[in-house]
């Protein structure tokens, strides 16, 4: 075990460095989410998206009441 270990020794730490960048980029996506903030690149303001309409903040439809008019 102790000889697997010294000969993936190169593949193990790139794989602990990646994982950790993965782990940093999540943590901080879902910190910004829970504050309201944008984790787009477009720095928030959506309207010169082109995608605006089919991100999350633009595809909502008003809730139906239960009221008949």
Do not use: D, H, Y
């Not at 193990?12 to 829970?34: D, T, Y």
Request: charged letters at 15%.
């Amino acid at each position: 075990m102790g000889e697997w270990l010294l000969n993936n020794l190169g593949t193990i730490a790139v794989l602990a460095v990646l994982a950790g960048i993965v782990a940093a980029v999540v943590v901080f996506m879902v910190r910004s989410k829970k504050q309201g903030k944008s984790t787009c690149s477009c720095g928030g303001s959506c309207g010169c998206c082109p995608m605006a309409g089919k991100c999350g903040g633009g595809s909502k439809k008003p809730a139906a009441s239960g009221k008949q008019s």
